[in-house]
């Protein structure tokens, strides 16, 4: 009944019911974990302790809400999350553990004295956590190949990449390990792995989600946000993670915004366009097909060319080079040598960038976000590929893009660094060929409009144009 | 209109990482240098870019958005 292929939905209406106990749910989850991860190497910690003490929590509070309902059996009301299986890139803070965020530096830092605001978020609507999940050093990077902890690999083809840089989370859902997980995005670290892995993913309005209790990389450019294998998952969690924080400096949302409401809402009255230009100048065919298929899907024939996007992600490689190497200082003083050699030397090249260029790269970001928003007066979501291509082959340095030989790891993020760079609300969604590897498409919406981005992608996924199934390779040559 | 930023010679990057790395106090492995300069240099080609891009005295930092913003 409940399998690797349940959605968080139907886990929840499981354990409400009383049909499966949410202890039974996050056994098998384990058990899930403990025949794939060796494989694809999703997880760095497995918090089996605390997932079968929340487990158990849930299945006591459900037993005392029966026992207090006059009606006896039947299903009652739990969190919207109760008993649901999750995991989160380890730069979230987990109360007991040390939050690595990928590197080798971290592990002789204190454990976390308490949750990230997310992780308590999620506890708090009842789900449960399995870990932490692996990604780039410092988030620094398109591939999840770390050398600290070993790559990880796409359940869809373990030869090749699951994207980054949350690469365990996405690899984790599409596997069928948990049906949500958490990451972060600076520069496209949830939209590239849910493109490469198959899966959705959300990268809200920047200041929608907190980030307090996570390890940062950007400051000006990062957050934090979803996976999941179906649109309505994707919704819940991020209902779930909406929360007033006054507490992050970013926070800034308008409101707190359900999206799970709103989206049966369909796409009357959406004002769809194809973004042109520089986004189709740096994609492959396969990835242009998949923005003409969502095109087609939702009736989008116009298309917008957004000036100066090749220097929107100029900028944003610029800010983040400074800003990344700045947060790393001391420790590229004091040990440089003891970061993975992926990242390394990026972050000493951009601990000693100029002022002038990072200045000019965040009044850049002003002018060109000014641009963009301008879009917005006559058009309500932009379609754009996720990806240039699909995944790579683990170790592959250069990959080729509409006719160029790029290196890999940099230019896996050519779409989605300039979206981020102006922290657009974004929805990734996978289209999956038979026989052929995933790839995403891009639904980007005005600040604050998340529920505009889910409705379509809800539609899209209705129309069948778009679906996560768990990757079967996962399941058939790995054993489930 | 100010001059642009020249295209930076190798040796011009050799001298920046070099400058900088002294003025942040920054001792720079000889095993990491070749990996820095080439990294160092990605970055200038991108704010080469950037620096010839004329923007007006009103344009300041506003990393966030404002809640009217939608």
Redesign the interface.
């Known amino acids: 009944m409940i399998s690797a292929e349940s959605t968080a939905i139907e886990i929840a209406a499981a354990v409400a019911s009383g049909a499966v106990s949410a202890r039974e749910v996050t056994q098998a989850a384990l058990d899930r974990i403990d025949r794939l991860d060796a494989k694809l190497n999703c997880f760095t910690g497995v918090t089996r302790e605390r997932a079968l003490a929340e487990a158990a929590a849930v299945d006591a509070q459900r037993a005392l809400l029966l026992k207090s309902a006059a009606a006896g059996a039947g299903s009652v009301a739990l969190p919207p999350l109760a008993g649901v299986p999750y995991a989160v890139k380890n730069l979230f803070d987990i109360e007991g553990l040390g939050t690595l965020a990928g590197s080798k530096i971290h592990r002789a830092r204190p454990q976390a004295r308490q949750d990230a605001v997310l992780v308590a978020r999620m506890r708090a609507a009842g789900a449960i956590l399995l870990g932490a999940l692996n990604m780039d050093e410092y988030a620094y990077g398109f591939t999840t190949e770390n050398t600290h902890y070993g790559a990880t690999r796409n359940p869809h083809d373990p030869n090749r990449t699951a994207g980054g840089s949350s690469g365990g989370s996405a690899a984790a859902v599409a596997a069928g390990m948990v049906p949500v997980a958490l990451g972060s995005d600076t520069n496209g670290s949830i939209r590239v792995p849910s493109s490469l892995c198959g899966i959705f993913g959300l990268k809200p ?3 929608r989600l907190s980030r307090r209790g996570s390890y940062p990389f950007v400051g ?1 450019l990062d957050h934090l946000g979803p996976f999941a294998r179906s649109v309505a998952d994707l919704a819940l969690a991020y209902d779930a993670l909406q929360f007033a924080d006054g507490k992050d400096p ?1 926070y ?1 949302a ?1 409101a707190i915004e359900p999206a799970l409401p709103r989206l049966q809402e369909g796409i009357a009255g959406l004002r769809i366009a194809v973004a042109g230009g520089y986004f189709e100048e740096n994609a492959e065919p396969v990835a242009l097909d998949a923005v003409a298929s969502v095109a087609r899907a939702l009736g989008a024939s116009r298309r917008i060319d957004i000036p ?1 996007t ?2 929107a992600r ?2 944003a ?2 800010i983040t ?1 400074s800003e990344g190497g700045n947060l790393h ?1 001391p420790d ?2 004091q040990r ?2 003891d970061f993975d050699p992926l990242t ?3 972050f ?7 002022a ?2 990072y ?9 060109y ?1 000014a641009q963009f ?1 301008e879009l ?1 007066r006559d058009c309500d979501l932009l379609l754009a590929a996720a990806t240039p291509r699909e995944a790579t082959l683990l170790g592959q340095e250069t990959m080729s893009v509409a006719g160029r030989e790029v290196p890999t790891r940099p230019s896996m993020g050519l779409l989605t660094q300039p979206i981020s760079f102006i ?1 657009l609300p974004v929805v990734a969604v996978p289209l999956h060929r038979p026989g052929k590897l995933p790839i995403g498409v891009q639904l980007i919406a ?4 998340e529920a505009v981005a889910l409705r379509v992608a809800s539609f899209l996924e209705k129309e069948g144009v778009v679906s996560a199934p768990v990757a079967s390779l996962a399941l058939h040559k790995l054993g489930s | 209109m100010t001059p642009t930023q020249k295209e930076l010679l190798y040796a011009d990057i050799e001298f ?2 070099d400058a ?2 002294v003025a ?6 000889a095993g ?1 240098r070749p ?6 240099e ?3 080609r ?2 080469h ?3 010839e ?1 004329p ?1 007006s005295d009103e ?9 009217d ?2």
């Open positions: 309005t920047y200041g000006s970013a800034s308008p100066e090749a220097r100029a900028a490689f610029v080079a200082l590229l003083k440089a040598g390394r030397d990026r000493l090249a951009g601990a000693l960038t100029p002038a260029w200045l000019q790269a965040q009044r850049f970001r002003s002018w976000r928003l917005f922290g005005a600040p604050w409009q | 920046m990482v900088s790395a942040l106090g920054l001792t720079l492995d990491h990996g820095v300069l080439l990294n160092f990605r970055i200038a991108q704010a870019a950037l620096m891009f923007l344009v300041e930092l506003a990393p966030v958005f404002s809640h913003q939608c």
